[in-house]
């Protein structure tokens, strides 16, 4: 069983940044993949980025490409989300969930029915 525990999410100008993160509980947190998601009012839910379990190899949605970076602090049972140069159209929740997987490759994880673990969410508001 894993809990996962979001914060840093806000209120920002559009070109500004924010780190979100994820605090996991429980003693196997480095054997979860770990992806990020959002979902905007209207839309279905998307992935922004996922990374391993030993945080060697990532993935990124085209919309986060070149803006944000997902890392893991596997001592601290934390992934983290930064955002830089945000844009109005990141605006939603953003949430994390947790997959246990050592051997998939983390480009085979982009469904949300992937996950097994969720978070509550944060909200993340971009303003023009």
């Known amino acids: 069983q894993v809990q996962l525990v979001e914060s840093g999410g806000g209120l920002v100008q559009a070109g500004g940044s924010l780190r979100l993160s994820c605090a996991a509980s429980g003693r196997t947190f480095s054997s979860y993949a770990m992806g990020w998601f959002r979902q905007a009012p209207g839309k279905e839910r998307e992935l922004v980025a996922v990374?391993?379990?030993?945080?060697?190899?990532?993935y990124y949605a085209d919309s986060a490409k070149g803006r944000f970076t997902i890392s893991r602090d596997n001592a601290k049972n934390t992934v983290y989300l930064q955002m830089n140069s945000l844009k109005p159209e990141d605006t939603a929740v953003y949430y994390c969930a947790a997959r246990w997987s050592l051997t998939r490759a983390v480009d085979t994880l982009r469904a949300f029915a992937e996950y097994d673990y969720w978070g509550q969410g944060t909200q993340v508001t971009v303003s023009s």
């Open positions: 990374i391993s379990w030993s945080g060697g190899s990532t």
